[in-house]
């Protein structure tokens, strides 16, 4: 007679034979996640960072909130930005969407594109 233990070890070794393939679709899971999320974010984050801290006096700007303006002074952490005539407010750095200059240049030549 075969004893219940020994039948069920022989068929528990062939199961434990595919330890790295049971994690591989969570490391391709991974992958896609990393290149299709989390690389272009970084990406536009650090052009967000650089577009900040190369603004200049002078410079036309969109607020995160869609207020178009004018810089007039900057220091580290705010920018004092005219919106109208005589109407000046002052806004946090990183609030700072787009450089108007930027977009205009952008649509030039997407119009002689087409």
Do not use: C, W
């Not at 004893?3 to 393939?21: E, F, K, N, V």
């Not at 992958?31 to 603004?55: S, T």
């Not at 580290?76 to 109407?87: P, Y």
């Amino acid at each position: 007679m075969i004893s219940t233990a020994y039948a069920m070890g022989a068929t528990g070794g062939q199961g434990q034979a595919g330890g790295i393939a049971g994690f591989l679709p969570i490391i391709i899971l991974f992958a896609i996640f990393y290149f299709l999320l989390i690389r272009p974010q970084q990406k536009k984050a650090k052009e967000h960072k650089e577009m900040i801290a190369n603004l200049k006096k002078g410079s036309r700007i969109i607020t995160s909130g869609g207020i178009y303006g004018t810089i007039q002074s900057i220091d580290d952490t705010t920018i004092g930005l005219e919106i109208a005539e005589k109407v000046k407010i002052k806004i946090s750095r990183g609030n700072v969407a787009a450089l108007i200059a930027d977009i205009d240049s952008a649509q030039k030549s997407e119009k002689k594109t087409n």
